[in-house]
């Protein structure tokens, strides 16, 4: 029954405490406070944590870990057909590593990650993130412009993940693309998602520049793709303008669904997914190595979108540590509150990921998943020094006795 007293606590759900404690029992959260009325129950320990901040530990919304036998080898693109191109050709060359998967699973939690959602083909990141004592939701992720059986193929993915019967990691649906997906497939998807409270749902939506070309036009390199891989379907009719209008009218859009990447999303757009209620996930260092361009991190926030944030693959980035993923918010965003910054790596990615009741802040109740992160010198603004670029040697996980 650890107090953890530190020179800050950040709840996240509400304003930064300094000189503030965290009581923990038997792996809960009980009590938060700042130094007055601070005494403690019969039988508690003392833990101080001297000039440290706790806050929760982050929420990785949007991760490939399949991925990581790339990291370091695909350099930076000008086009995201043009990268895509080269990871599927690498893909084609190369047998999946689970040694690698493993690694970058470790690496995430050592970073202060307790939360990933994860993106998956075949499943083989399940083991790696249950073992590295992550909490994780693996999203089978399905393709198919051309799929002739949309509904057998979601049938025999559901009764895949079925046999797997695993809390943790919990396992969910995605949806890759819609240049990549066609509308029955998504149909199918969403369909079983509802039968089966497989919820949420994950897809990627307007990350490129030519997925609006194709979109409108049926034409460009997403196109061009598609035939080259004999997956073109000449029976699709182009001529939305939005991917977000595109995904609204498959029922793709609603308070269970993460978009990911929007690099390309009009204000318009961002109002509707905000009206929706849509968590988007953002991940600005890939998407500038991809070649997809900088997120509009200050578009989503005034936009009011709930905002979430992932790292994607080792293959896009240098590595998974979400402080990194902050700091190149805060570039881009130099206006944005801090703390809204923090809330799109704790709480607003546990509410996306279906953990809201469990983790992202520090509060009676939930899950004492907690990291403190050393200060080399009194810190005034705690949020803005977070937000700053955190190193893995400056993070160390808190866990009650007995607890992992």
């Known amino acids: 029954m650890p107090r953890y007293r530190a020179a800050w606590v950040l709840p996240i759900a509400a304003p930064p405490i300094r000189n503030g404690w965290v009581d923990v029992n038997h792996g809960l959260i009980t009590a938060v406070g700042a130094a007055a009325g601070s005494a403690r129950e019969p039988g508690r320990g003392e833990v101080d944590l001297g000039s440290r901040i706790v806050l929760p530990s982050l929420v990785n919304a949007h991760t490939h870990l399949e991925l990581s036998v790339f990291r370091g080898q695909l350099p930076a693109a000008s086009s995201m057909p043009q990268w895509a191109g080269e990871l599927m050709a690498r893909t084609a060359r190369v047998a999946l590593d689970e040694t690698a998967i493993r690694a970058a699973a470790s690496e995430a939690r050592r970073t202060g990650t307790g939360l990933v959602g994860d993106i998956s083909n075949t499943l083989a990141s399940v083991?790696?993130?249950?073992?590295?004592?992550?909490?994780?939701?693996?999203?089978?992720?399905?393709?198919?412009?051309?799929?002739?059986?949309?509904?057998?193929?979601?049938?025999r993915t559901c009764a895949e993940l079925g046999q797997r019967g695993a809390e943790n990691p919990r396992l969910r649906l995605a949806a890759h693309a819609p240049y990549s997906v066609s509308p029955a497939l998504f149909a199918a998807l969403r369909a079983a998602a509802d039968r089966g409270r497989l919820w949420p749902l994950s897809v990627h939506v307007a990350e490129s520049r030519e997925e609006l070309e194709f979109l409108r036009s049926g034409t460009g390199a997403w196109r061009e793709i598609l035939e080259a891989r004999g997956r073109w379907d000449a029976s699709w009719v182009s001529g939305t303008a939005s991917p977000v209008e595109y995904?609204?009218?498959?029922?793709?859009?609603?308070?269970?669904?993460?978009?990911?990447?929007?690099?390309q999303l009009t204000d318009a757009e961002l109002a509707r997914i905000a009206r929706a209620g849509a968590t988007l996930v953002t991940c600005p260092r890939s998407n500038r190595h991809t070649g997809a361009?900088?997120?509009?991190?200050?578009?989503?926030?005034?936009?009011?979108?709930?905002?979430?944030?992932g790292t994607d693959s080792l293959a896009s980035v240098a590595d998974l540590n979400l402080f990194s993923e902050l700091r190149a918010m805060r570039r881009l965003a130099p206006a944005v509150p801090a703390a809204a910054i923090l809330r799109s790596a704790t709480l607003a990615g546990a509410a996306a990921l279906g953990?809201?009741?469990?983790?992202?802040?520090?509060a009676p109740g939930r899950r004492a998943s907690l990291i403190a992160v050393a200060c080399a010198a009194p810190v005034d603004d705690v949020e803005e020094?977070?937000?700053?670029?955190?190193?893995?040697?400056?993070?160390?996980?808190?866990?009650a006795p007995g607890e992992s």
């Open 385 to 399: 020094y977070l937000v700053s670029g955190i190193r893995a040697d400056q993070v160390t996980w808190l866990a």
């Open 247 to 263: 995904l609204d009218d498959l029922g793709w859009l609603g308070t269970r669904t993460l978009l990911v990447h929007g690099v």
């Open 127 to 155: 083991a790696p993130l249950r073992d590295a004592g992550l909490a994780s939701v693996v999203f089978k992720e399905l393709l198919g412009f051309d799929e002739h059986d949309p509904t057998g193929l979601v049938a």
């Open 293 to 309: 361009g900088n997120p509009p991190i200050a578009r989503f926030h005034a936009a009011g979108v709930r905002l979430a944030v």
């Open 355 to 362: 953990y809201g009741d469990a983790l992202g802040v520090i």
